[in-house]
């Protein structure tokens, strides 16, 4: 039984990124590979409540982290001929100006974005010094363009206008908190309503929930 091989392709460069060239085969397919996704909060506090409100800032990048191996040593090759292939993706290319964007394949699982980080040690060696065994930590870091990251948001986000009935002892801060997780943007919808004393609203008021601008 023969597994599909694990590749990394170079998405742009100089050159055509559907050529053969521009794709890096591991030499063995990674025993595991880690996925670490996060997002970035502030917690601001607020008189009157026990635990400060959450704010939501935005989201950090996905890492994808593996380890590779590399052996050449019954073909007495120098194992860095295949290491280096991957370690040079950290170089700035030099029409981009930046490192090139790639592509971790592996059957139906891809990854789009840059590598950030290599980690090598080198494990075996031929009586010249050359090296002949290899394994390799590489971390890739999620890039995605503005109009993929748009696509990606839901329909039925929280900064686009819609209404809302305001409940028994609510106030406008409340409900900013609730819908822009920022309490401070209560004056949006203030201002949105035209709500001149926002301590005077009566329970069973429809109100605006405007949608934020940038």
Not at 11 to 31: A, Q
Not at 147 to 167: G, H, L, M, N
Request: glycine content about 6%; proline content about 7%; hydrophobic content about 35%.
């Amino acid at each position: 039984m023969s597994y599909e091989k694990a590749a990394i392709y170079i998405l742009d460069g100089p050159d055509d990124p559907g050529k053969e060239s521009n794709k890096i085969e591991v030499m063995f397919n990674p025993n595991e590979y880690s996925l670490d996704v996060a997002n970035k909060y502030v917690f601001k506090p607020i008189p009157g409540l026990s635990l400060p409100l959450a704010q939501f800032i935005n989201g950090e990048s996905t890492s994808l982290s593996m380890e590779l191996f590399f052996d050449t040593y019954e073909k007495k090759e120098d194992v860095r001929t295949y290491t280096d292939r991957i370690r040079n993706l950290l170089h700035v290319e030099k029409d981009l100006h930046v490192p090139p964007l790639v592509r971790f394949v592996w059957g139906n699982f891809t990854f789009k974005g840059i590598i950030e980080k290599v980690s090598l040690r080198y494990t075996m060696f031929l009586e010249t010094g050359t090296p002949v065994r290899a394994r390799m930590n590489v971390t890739f870091r999620e890039v995605q363009s503005v109009e993929e990251q748009f696509k990606r948001i839901p329909r039925q986000s929280a900064d686009r206008t819609k209404q809302r009935t305001v409940r028994q002892g609510e106030q406008l801060w409340h409900i900013a908190a609730q819908e822009y997780d920022n309490p401070g943007l209560w004056r949006e919808i203030a201002r949105a309503n035209g709500i001149e004393d926002p301590r005077r609203i009566e329970p069973g008021t429809v109100i605006k929930i405007p949608r934020l601008n940038g």
